[in-house]
């Protein structure tokens, strides 16, 4: 079993800035994909953004690309999004969510659909007011 703990969510004004943490604990997958997904209110849950292991892949949604960033340290079990320019429609809980397969296994687009994840975290709340 993986454990998945997100933090950093909050409330903040358009154009500012939030750094959401995913923490890891229990069983690693020596190699493996962690994304991020959020749900607004009235919504289905939408991919945000994915990264391998080695960190030589990571991959956006168009609505994010240019605005987020995510990273990852090994070392801690933790992988990061930076969030900047923040928009309304960026609101929803996001959450992180593992899957145990290495980056290149399938094709891209695989490890954009939520349903292939194996492990998710409980969900932080980010409120971006206009």
């Known amino acids: 079993q993986v454990q998945l703990v997100e933090s950093g969510g909050g409330l903040v004004q358009a154009g500012g800035s939030l750094r959401l943490s995913c923490a890891a604990s229990g069983r690693t997958f020596s190699s493996y994909v962690t994304g991020w997904f959020r749900q607004a209110p009235g919504k289905e849950r939408e991919f945000v953004a994915a990264i391998s292991w080695s960190v030589t892949t990571t991959y956006y949604a168009d609505s994010v690309k240019g605005r987020f960033t995510i990273s990852r340290d090994n070392a801690k079990n933790t992988v990061y999004l930076q969030l900047n320019s923040l928009k309304p429609e960026d609101t929803g809980v996001y959450y992180c969510?593992?899957?145990?397969?290495?980056?290149?296994?399938?094709?891209?687009?695989?490890?954009?659909?939520?349903?292939?994840?194996?492990?998710w975290g409980q969900g932080t709340q980010v409120t971006v007011s206009s």
């Open positions: 969510a593992v899957v145990g397969v290495p980056w290149g296994a399938y094709s891209d687009s695989y490890y954009f659909e939520d349903s292939n994840y194996d492990y």
